[in-house]
């Protein structure tokens, strides 16, 4: 009987049939769990065409960017960052006099003493409030002053609430903030506030800036808080392009981790990469590629303000598509895309130790007369004769194992693979089940063979073991049942390969095109080609969508085949 399924396992969709006329049928298609996000290319058929007022006012940023930039010597940077700095409110404010401004300051250091806060300026880091007043010209200063209890220890600032104010009111308003980042539940969520430069207050998009952990939830509770507390009369009706408007004057936006803490320099990115993308192809459409920068930034594209529901694949091509623009030919970017995906994230630990007990595994297998042991090289092709001055011995990235007398299966069709996240240690130890599970698929008359990977490539991908299997879902199910017990405590629990369905702890199902395909290489390839289609013609996200077709992997869940 087979064994109960660990509770962390789920069943395979589509697995692989064997090329025998004896194949399983399994008309059921088993789903994945696969969270929120479906895997794989969220593209422009993904999204609505009907723009937001958030999205429609970041279009005319990039469209008045794009004319102020034929017209003027300044730089496409230049000049999308100064229409954002200058679209301030249209309502004139009240003017902020001498008494107003030094009664401001006076708030600053009082709250300050009283709540022993932590002040940073941006352009200077001990800037003394009361030496600014000793100063004629105390109102031209153009620092801007930023609360918080303490230094930020890893805790991200991923929201923040932008307020548009009359600068008198500035004083009444930052006590009320103040005092909220000292009260449950704010405390917690509030990580710093900011109040705009004296000589800027009224003058640019923002007045004031609360950052915030990222909990939209929380986040729009505490800002209908600030509604209730803050008069509207205090405030001027305005939104920053980009962002959503909450209340009169209270707007939202969130931050993509790793991306800059302002929201004008982070979608100032977004649009000055598409501009230069439109530049260099005249052909292609704003309001697609701007589509396109969103997502790969990570924001929605239809609500430029937020994050984009994403998956790990989008991730991984999204670093690569910033990183490298597709408008420059790159000569290695099949090599590096191909480095981009069947790693684990959490690879084990690679000592001497661990190189000599692998490497004596590999010479016990050849040893074996019942096994048909094949040596791959880098690629997985296999290694003839030593040539070029390179033994063989140096050259071997992966052992190809299979039984003597096993079902052979067709090497050029799909196969299924289990990807085994195990430390070396644990590779040896589990050679001779993992052998056994060999045995067995040979009396079920079912195509497999194992894949042992060298130190080398241990320490380049993080994963130890593989096991190719041509059989119906089912057969694959079983499978990784049966692996799942009887490598229980010796895979990593807290392995991860990004994109890879995970089927049990340390076991991860993908698909390969034929017996010489990995992940790595197939997925790769399409996604090179897609790049490499982008820097001529069209859009990268639809060239990667069918790059991923032609090579036969499914765009919706590049883990499987089409």
Known sequence: MDPTPPPSSHRLGDAIDPPSDSKEIDETRPQTTQGEVQQGIINQRHISHVQGPARKALQHWAEEAARMSLNSEKSTQTCVRDLYRRDCPKQAPRPLTNTDARMLLGTIVRLEKKYDLLRVSMREFNVGVASMLDSPNFRETQYFFAFQDLPDEGTGDGS?????????????????????????PWSELIRKTKIQAL???????????????????????????????????FRLEHTPFGMERIYTGIAYSERKEGDSGSHGNSRNKVICRALRRCRHNSDLDLTRILNEELLLSGYDPENPARLARTNDFMEIVSKLARDKEPTVQLADIELE?????????????????SERVLKKLFEQLQGQPDLRVQRLGYGMRPLSEPSLGVSNEAAVRFLKVSRADGVRGAESSPWAVLTLCLSPENTVKSSESLLAELERLKQEQKPAFLIFSSPETIKRSGTAAAL???????????????????????????????????????????????????????????????????????????????????????????????
């Open 160 to 184: 923040r609430l932008t307020l548009n104010l009359h600068p008198d009111k500035v004083k009444e308003v930052i006590e009320v903030l103040v005092e909220m980042m000292h009260q449950a």
């Open 199 to 233: 000589s800027r207050l009224g003058k640019t998009t923002d007045c004031l800036v609360v950052y915030c952990t990222f909990s939209p939830d929380q986040v729009m509770a505490l800002a209908q808080a600030v509604d209730e507390k803050i008069p509207k009369g």
């Open 337 to 353: 895309c191909r480095g981009l995906f069947g790693r684990n994230t959490s690879p084990p630990e690679m000592t001497r130790e």
């Open 468 to 562: 190719y299997v041509q059989s119906g879902p089912g057969s694959v199910q079983q499978c990784v049942e049966r692996l799942a017990d009887c490598l229980k405590g010796s895979v990593q629990e807290n392995a991860c390969i990004p994109v890879m369905e995970k089927c049990s702890e340390g076991i991860f199902y993908s698909e390969a095109l034929n017996s010489r395909d990995s992940f790595d290489t197939s997925r790769g390839a399409a996604v090179a080609m897609g790049f490499r289609k982008t820097i001529e013609s069209g859009y990268f996200l639809e060239n990667l969508s069918e790059a991923l077709q032609v090579m036969g992997v499914n765009p919706e869940n590049p883990a499987k085949l089409l």
